[in-house]
């Protein structure tokens, strides 16, 4: 019982929509109906500016990091990483938002980022990189998501985090199908360097 009431409050907290909070209390719009439409920090950053953007990566990382903290917090065997895979499900369907969210990509950082640092502050190098050279978001996203994986196959020997980091990265691939589309006819929008 215990367990499930973990994984129902990691659930909850994945499903905080923080692109939606902050453009309904901050600027007085739904963030929905502007941009992309997507409830995550990339739709925010382009509509709303970096502060906003800013707030709700932050908030869909932290409650990532928070979602994964839950079994050790209440001392529950649970692995803290099925507990932050709930997180992501949450982000991706929130039940606060009509079940209509986020990408998956900030708030699978934040699970990473609770069960290994190193690891999430290397998906950061690797995500502005390729951000950097390619100045696609989303192709960064997937990239940092390829890259997880090669790092937990050829550099850990921790299977969980091999499976998770797999399952997470078929999640974002899944969430950027559109984007992929884009990318290949070269119709997705780029980041403009200042």
Known sequence: MTKLLILAAAYLLGSIPFALVVGKVGYGIDIREHGSGNLGGTNTFRVLGVKAGMM???????????AASLPVLFAVDMHPLLAGVFAVIGHMYPLFAGFRGGKAVATSGG????YSPFLFFTLIAVFFLT?????YVS????MAGVYAIIYTVFFTDDIPL??????LTAFIFYRHRANIKRIINKTEPKVKWL
């Open 56 to 66: 709700v990566t932050i908030g869909d990382i932290l409650k990532g990091t928070l």
């Open 111 to 114: 699970v990473i980022l609770f």
């Open 131 to 135: 951000l950097y050279l390619s100045k």
């Open 139 to 142: 192709l960064s996203s997937m």
């Open 162 to 167: 091999t499976i998770v980091v797999a399952v």
